[in-house]
C-alpha cells in the first residue's frame, strides 16, 4: 500500500473533508457534550474507538455481507463496540460514565461512523479504512475540543474543573447552555472556511 494514499487518506478528514466543519456531521454531540472539555475529550475518543475499529471491520467482513442486510450489520458492528466503550466507561470511569449518560449509546447513531463506512470502508482495503476511521474520528475531535475549551472556559472560567479566569471574570451562562454549543460551532465554521478554505483556493 503506497505511503502517499495513507497520507492522503489520513490528511483528507483533517482539513478539506472535516465531517464537522466541512459535512456538517455529528453536530448532536456538539450541542450535547462540550460544555466540559474533560466530557468531550472522553466522547471524542470512544468515537475515535468506534469509528476506526468499525470501519476496519467492516471492510473485512464486506465481500460476505448481502446487500439487502447490509445496514443491519453495519448497525450491529457499531453497536457492538460502543458497548465495549460503554462498558470500559462503567468500569473505569464510573463517574464519567454517570455524567455522559445516554449520550455514548448515541455514538451509534453518529452520522460519521455510518457515513465512514458507507463511503470508504466498504470500498476500500482494511488498512486504508482503519487510518481514515481514525482520522476521522481525529478530525471531530479536534474540533469539538476547540469548541468545548471555549464553552467551558467562558461559561464557568474553568478548564478540567480547575480556576482558571478570577473573581472579575462574570460567567458567560449561555456557552454551557444549548444555543452556546451552535454559537461557538457556528463561529469556528465560519473562521475556518474563511480564513482557511478561501486562502487555500487562492
Given amino acids: 500500500m503506497a505511503a502517499g494514499m495513507i497520507k492522503k487518506t489520513f490528511l483528507a478528514p483533517l482539513g478539506k473533508d472535516n465531517p464537522v466543519f466541512v459535512q456538517i456531521l455529528g453536530i448532536c454531540s456538539t450541542l450535547a457534550v462540550t460544555n466540559k472539555l474533560e466530557n468531550t475529550m472522553v466522547m471524542t475518543l470512544g468515537v475515535m474507538f468506534t469509528t476506526a475499529l468499525s470501519s476496519w471491520t467492516l471492510s473485512v467482513m464486506r ?8 445496514m443491519m450489520v453495519e448497525t450491529m458492528i457499531i453497536a457492538t463496540y460502543v458497548i465495549i466503550v460503554d462498558i470500559a466507561l462503567k468500569a473505569f470511569y464510573p463517574e464519567m460514565w ?11 447513531t453518529n452520522c460519521i461512523v455510518m457515513g465512514r463506512i458507507e463511503a470508504f ?3 476500500n482495503k482494511p488498512m486504508l ?3 481514515d476511521g481514525l482520522a476521522s474520528g481525529m478530525g471531530y475531535a479536534y474540533v469539538l475540543l476547540v469548541i468545548a475549551f471555549f464553552r467551558e472556559l467562558l461559561g464557568t472560567g ?25 454559537f461557538m460551532l457556528a463561529i469556528f465554521i465560519w473562521i475556518v472556511r474563511e480564513a482557511v478554505f478561501k486562502e487555500g483556493s487562492k
Fill in 121 to 123: 470502508a466498504l470500498q
Fill in 63 to 70: 465481500k460476505w455481507i448481502p446487500s439487502r442486510i447490509r
Fill in 158 to 182: 474553568t478548564l478540567w474543573g480547575y480556576q482558571i479566569l478570577g473573581s472579575w471574570w462574570t460567567n458567560w451562562s449561555i456557552m454551557i447552555m444549548p444555543p452556546g454549543g451552535f
Fill in 129 to 131: 479504512s482503519l487510518v
Fill in 98 to 108: 454517570k455524567q455522559l449518560g445516554p449520550y455514548v449509546g448515541l455514538i451509534i
